[in-house]
């Protein structure tokens, strides 16, 4: 994590910080739109490390924010944080493959798509199911990475520092 932090540094970003090992990164940028600061990224990512095949997703401190207050699964989330992830996508899915994946019985009540994220609740655990962020991503047609609940709040705590907040108007 301290060479991705220093190569993002060199490129231009500054206050770096990762959030453990998760592959969460929060900086601030001088660039101005998504587009800009997702290319960056990729570009250091495939130029230093050779993670070409890796797709960035990102999202501005205030619409971490907005994930939080949209969680359906609020309560759950509190008693079980591991437990209840959220799939950041990389677009909105078209509606007629969120209508097919609400169509599965199983997840009328442990899912919900709002924009592009998915919320899931893993009531019987994590591990007991195939519904997992591969599933999710390949229904609905677009690149996805998933938080649990624990690590979500712990960005969002991240975000707050205000130098964290160059590139968060589009």
């Not at 195939?130 to 960005?155: C, K, M, Q, S």
């Not at 969002?156 to 589009?170: F, N």
């Amino acid at each position: 994590m301290h060479a991705l932090r220093s190569a993002l540094t060199a490129v231009g970003m500054s206050e770096v910080r990762t959030y453990r090992q998760t592959g969460n990164i929060i900086a601030a940028s001088p660039l101005t739109t998504r587009e800009q600061v997702t290319e960056l990224v990729s570009q250091v990512l495939t130029a230093d490390f050779g993670l070409g095949d890796i797709r960035v997703i990102t999202r501005r401190p205030d619409e971490i924010s907005q994930v939080i207050a949209a969680n359906p699964f609020a309560s759950e989330a509190s008693q079980r944080p591991n437990l209840i992830p959220v799939i950041f996508l990389s677009g909105v899915p078209c509606e007629a493959r969120v209508t097919r994946l609400m169509s599965v019985e199983a997840l009328k009540d442990t899912c919900r798509v709002t924009g592009n994220h998915v919320y899931v609740d893993y009531v019987h655990g994590y591990h007991n199911t195939h519904r997992t962020a591969p599933y999710f991503t390949r229904v609905l047609g677009v690149d996805g990475t998933e938080r649990n609940w624990r690590t979500v709040l712990a960005i969002s705590d991240l975000c707050r520092h205000p130098a964290h907040r160059g590139w968060d108007k589009q």
